[in-house]
């Protein structure tokens, strides 16, 4: 045996996410791997055990949620710019169209 110290393999830097090899399963599916805290994981497990589903199933709505609701959240926060792009001309508006209003009542 030699007195030289064992080296140690460099560790290797995940490439980043989108540049790996995709693999494709059934029904256009891809599988990914995916590092969670071991609580998260645990909390995961437990929640689709109660919910009946398998821990993918769970992931899979919980991130096609978490999309949707970033989605709503970009087109409120766009209505709210044009509502407020727009907010002298809709009071223009209405001020002018307010006796209308008034003779319905």
């Known amino acids: 045996m030699s007195d030289q110290p064992k080296r140690q393999k460099p560790l290797k830097k995940s490439p980043p996410a989108g540049s790996r090899r995709r693999r ?4 256009g ?3 990914v791997l995916i590092e969670f805290p071991t609580g998260l994981l645990q909390r995961a497990t437990e929640a689709a055990t109660t ?3 398998n821990r993918s199933e ?3 709505t919980a991130v096609e949620k978490y999309l949707e609701e970033m989605k709503k959240q970009r087109f ?3 209505l709210a710019a044009g509502y407020a792009a727009n907010a002298e001309r ?3 508006l209405a001020e002018e169209f307010a006796h209308v ?5």
Not at 24 to 27: D, G, P, V, W, Y
Not at 101 to 105: A, G, L
């Open 90 to 92: 809709n009071l223009e």
């Open 51 to 53: 919910m009946e589903k």
């Open 76 to 78: 409120e926060a766009e």
């Open 101 to 105: 209003d008034r003779e319905s009542f």
């Open 58 to 60: 769970l992931i899979r």
């Open 24 to 27: 494709t399963t059934s029904a």
């Open 29 to 31: 599916r891809e599988r």
